[in-house]
T-cell receptor, first 114, second 114 residues
């Protein structure tokens, strides 16, 4: 069964460093998302991406964040200068049919900012 | 704006007992509603979804949920809990926008006692 994959599973970085979180969505999906979950809190929407551009972003997704689909398979989230409060689990999701919006999630990347 | 409230951050049941996880939503338009399950150290797995067809929705692993518009609820049930059902459960609503982002509740941790 096709699945969304994410790498790395755990990333530790120093405050102020850049990190890139990688995702490989399901191959025939067209809509891509990033969510995050701070420990003990709910899953929050960050950004959605379709047709090689951002379709919506939350207020969390400020200028420090960017997304890219550099090739036909990868979908990346970059944080330019990490802050302590960026520590969270980051989930990638993809969807093939927007009307019913069944999003399939990856296993997540746990980002720890020291 | 849409929102989801899950009543009870922790629910504990005995093996074989009824599972009831509560979810109430707020939406100005007919919503799409979802339940996801998260097992330890794993991603979010779709249990079931409501997309304005039948109000009683059956999902995987014996779970089902009923959409009640008058009560703005979408509670998740399972007649007989199994030890393997211990996990965190998230209710989510889609705003049907052209981005299809999901808005999640706080989550409910289900504990199953032998």
């Amino acid at each position: 069964e096709p699945e969304v994959t994410q790498t790395p599973s755990h990333q530790v970085t120093q405050m102020g460093q850049e990190v890139i979180l990688r995702c490989v969505p399901i191959s025939n999906h067209l809509y891509f998302y990033w969510y995050r979950q701070i420990l003990g809190q709910k899953v929050e929407f960050l950004v959605s991406f379709y047709n090689n551009e951002i379709s919506e972003k939350s207020e969390i997704f400020d200028d420090q964040f960017s997304v890219e689909r550099p090739d036909g398979s990868n979908f990346t989230l970059k944080i330019r200068s990490t802050k302590l409060e960026d520590s969270a689990m980051y989930f990638c999701a993809s969807s093939d049919l927007l009307v019913f919006n069944t999003q399939y999630f990856g296993p997540g990347t746990r980002l720890t900012v020291l | 704006a849409q929102s989801v409230t899950q009543l009870g951050s922790h629910v504990s049941v005995s093996e074989g007992a009824l599972v009831l996880l509560r979810c109430n939503y707020s939406s100005s338009v007919p919503p799409y509603l979802f339940w996801y399950v998260q097992y330890p150290n794993q991603g979010l797995q779709l249990l079931l979804k409501y997309t304005s067809a039948a109000t009683l929705v059956k999902g995987i692993n014996g779970f089902e949920a009923e959409f009640k518009k008058s009560e703005t609820s979408f509670h998740l049930t399972k007649p007989s809990a199994h030890m393997s059902d211990a996990a965190e459960y998230f209710c989510a609503v889609s705003d049907r926008s052209n981005t299809g982002k999901l808005i999640f509740g706080q989550g409910t941790t289900l504990q199953v006692k032998p």
